[in-house]
T-cell receptor, first 113, second 114 residues
Framework: ETGVTQSPTHLIKTRGQQVTLRCSSQ?????VSWYQQALGQGPQFIFQ???????GRGNFPPRFSGLQFPNYSSELNVNALELDDSALYLC????????????FGQGTRLTVV | AQSVAQPEDQVNVAEGNPLTVKCTYS??????LFWYVQYPNRGLQFLLK??????LVKGSYGFEAEFNKSQTSFHLKKPSALVSDSALYFC????????????FGQGTTLQVKP
């Protein structure tokens, strides 16, 4: 186990609703990233937080937003859900730096109906 | 732009035989390369990484990967496959020009048959 935990594991929402996904980082890790993995695809980078500041963002609209807390846990919020938002959302924690590997949680499976 | 390609959607191997899962990359600057494995309904599990040094990198569960700069490849290998190795494998490169985010390939399904 990686020590990265995500909640909930599964979620069903209706189009137009809002959702909050949570991630608890591995102890000592100060960087958290979120990825979206659509069915049959590789994970796509959503954004990254380092010491509570967003320091990078992928090609996702502003309705995808996040937070990182002083204990380095994190939230991903998605507003105005669309059917295409249905995916596995993965949280990854790491130490800052190019050489460090990211450790992933088990993911949250979001289904938008 | 940085990118990763995994040319095979699926690799089939008999148990006990060697396996190779292919990955090629395109980056500017030094490549930081990773392999992850994903079991059904699970997150990604780190296997190994190449940062610098020896071209043959050893990782978890008997896996290794060979870095080849001239061919811009980072193929995952194992001398003797196990049925339990059957899973989805992702190659990734860290994009140091953009936050250090990981860029993943599309994934390769490894099927090891008894």
């Amino acid at each position: 186990e990686t020590g990265v935990t995500q909640s909930p594991t599964h979620l069903i929402k209706t189009r137009g609703q809002q959702v909050t996904l949570r991630c608890s980082s591995q102890s000592g890790h100060n960087t958290v990233s979120w990825y979206q993995q659509a069915l049959g695809q590789g994970p796509q980078f959503i954004f990254q937080y380092y010491r509570e500041e967003e320091n990078g963002r992928g090609n996702f609209p502003p309705r995808f937003s996040g937070l990182q807390f002083p204990n380095y846990s994190s939230e991903l919020n998605v507003n105005a859900l669309e059917l295409d938002d249905s995916a596995l959302y993965l949280c990854a924690s790491s130490l800052a730096g190019a050489a460090t590997e990211a450790f992933f949680g088990q993911g949250t499976r979001l289904t938008v109906v | 732009a940085q990118s990763v390609a995994q040319p095979e959607d699926q690799v089939n191997v008999a148990e006990g035989n060697p396996l190779t899962v292919k990955c090629t990359y395109s980056v500017s600057g030094n490549p930081y390369l990773f392999w992850y494995v994903q079991y059904p309904n699970r997150g990604l599990q780190f296997l190994l990484k190449y940062i610098t040094g020896d071209n043959l990198v050893k990782g978890s569960y008997g896996f290794e990967a060979e870095f080849n700069k001239s061919q811009t490849s980072f193929h995952l290998k194992k001398p003797s496959a196990l049925v339990s190795d059957s899973a989805l494998y992702f190659c990734a490169v860290r994009d140091m020009k953009d936050t250090g985010k990981l860029i993943f390939g599309q994934g390769t399904t490894l099927q090891v048959k008894p």
